[in-house]
């Protein structure tokens, strides 16, 4: 692995995009929007569940990022026969000296990704929510703190459900960002066949020279982020925007004050990721739809009709009166 880079005394937050950006370019061809909003999803302190179909680099991804940031990263893969302490681990009697021991699970770790969650049974599924929420767990009466950067990136596919447990209300609620992963255009495909003609390797990353970032970088990006200034009239845009999606005819349950929450913190990061230490409306608009898609549940006739969340969160933002 190679030295971290020093920054300059600079927006940290846009030299930290700008240094994602080319380093990622080496290993990942094409995602731009999964590799920004990842990055939203840990500037944050969120989580975010990523959908797309098998082969989108989603998990290299998330690899790639760990490296990055100098990040311990732990993978699951659900099963339906998963349970909770192959999550969140537990005391196991040791033989030889008659004492049970606590054996960590791969929740004990900075960036854990679980690959096809929906697969996972319900009670292990529930096995996350603390984490997710407190960032701690609880084992057998005692607690554990999580790591400070601990995040979940639990990713499900889009077309096939025979065999898999939909994640209740919830569960989906505490993932900051729904992140949708499509297709690379054309020229990416053949740009990505050329890389591994010439010897890429997506299972070796230490051949492909990325060059970390300072250890102390994600905090430092973190409380720049924090520091955005809001005006008192984008709080109101805010509100307006999720409390219109409580009263929206194909809406059968609109967003929470948690998800008007969450507006406001990635609309904040997408300011920090463009330069600014102020909030704009476009950064509320950009927001929107990675974070109000998956808190809308839409009434049965907006499914038979083909009306997705996205557009409906495209509907609502042309109809709320943007503050000038």
């Not at 407190?134 to 889009?158: H, K, S």
């Not at 990061?269 to 808190?295: I, M, N, T």
């Amino acid at each position: 692995m190679g030295t971290s880079q020093q920054l300059s005394p600079t927006s940290t937050v846009r030299q930290l995009r700008e240094h994602i950006e080319r380093e990622f370019a080496k290993v990942i061809v094409g995602q731009d929007e999964l590799r920004q909003q990842c990055l939203m999803a840990l500037l944050c302190r969120g989580h975010a569940l990523i959908e797309g179909v098998p082969g989108l680099a989603k998990t290299l991804s998330i690899k790639t990022l760990s490296r990055l940031l100098q990040l311990e990263f732990r993978r699951v893969q659900a099963t339906s026969d998963l349970m909770p302490s192959d999550i969140i681990g537990g005391n196991i009697l040791n033989a030889k000296s008659s004492q049970f021991e606590l054996h960590k699970g791969p929740i004990f770790t900075d960036l854990m990704l679980v690959d096809e969650i929906n697969r996972m049974p319900p009670r292990t599924q529930g096995a996350l929510l603390e984490g997710m929420e407190e960032r701690q767990v609880t084992i057998d009466g005692t607690r554990y703190e999580l790591p400070p950067t601990f995040t979940v990136f639990a990713t499900q596919n889009p077309v096939e459900f025979e065999g898999t447990y939909p994640l209740p209300e919830a569960q989906v609620d505490r993932f900051l960002l729904k992140i949708r992963s499509g297709y690379p255009e054309g020229e990416e495909e053949i740009k990505l066949l050329g890389m591994v003609h010439a010897g890429f390797d997506s299972h070796d990353l230490d051949r492909a020279d990325l060059r970390p970032l300072p250890a102390d970088i994600l905090d430092r990006a973190r409380d720049e982020v924090k520091a955005v200034r809001v005006e008192a009239q984008l709080f109101r845009y805010i509100t307006d925007v999720t409390r219109r999606t409580r009263t929206w005819p194909v809406v059968s349950l609109g967003a929470s004050p948690r998800a008007s929450v969450a507006l406001l913190n990635v609309a904040k990061s997408v300011a920090a990721l463009e330069g600014r230490d102020y909030l704009v409306p476009d950064d509320v608009k950009a927001a929107a739809e990675p974070v109000l898609r998956h808190r809308l549940v839409l009434k049965p006739e907006a499914d038979l009709e083909g009306i997705s969340a996205d557009q409906v969160v495209g509907d609502v933002l042309r109809t709320v009166e943007v503050p000038k």
